[in-house]
């Protein structure tokens, strides 16, 4: 069985910054394109970023500029950097696994999800 569990998240002033980690166990790492999303209080899940399984990248254009993702194989994780962090960054973050090469921007492609960690940005 896969797992994904995500930590990081907390309260941080508006300019700042977060680091998220997400460690997958259960099956290789390596072979997953993986992929954050977050979900604010009454609105749709929304793609932050992701990552294919050679560490090609892509981004949300709201944290374009921002916010890069990275992957090290060796530790199983995939990271997520946050920096100039703005109050509508607010929500849940997930990070979540395709058994696909390239990442996908769509949540119902991921097979696979963390339980989620709370980034709150304050004014």
Do not use: H
Request: proline letters at 2%; aromatic letters at 14%.
């Amino acid at each position: 069985q896969v797992q994904l569990v995500e930590s990081g998240g907390g309260l941080v002033q508006a300019g700042g910054s977060l680091r998220l980690s997400c460690v997958v166990s259960g099956r290789t790492f390596s072979s997953y394109a993986m992929g954050w999303f977050r979900q604010a209080p009454g609105k749709e899940r929304e793609f932050v970023g992701g990552i294919s399984r050679s560490g090609g990248t892509t981004y949300g254009d709201s944290v374009k500029g921002r916010f890069t993702t990275s992957r090290d194989n060796a530790k199983n994780t995939v990271y997520l950097q946050m920096n100039s962090l703005k109050p509508e960054d607010t929500a849940i973050y997930y990070c979540a696994a395709a058994n696909t090469y390239y990442y996908r921007t769509t949540p119902a492609l991921y097979d696979y999800w963390g339980q989620g960690t709370q980034v709150t940005v304050s004014s």
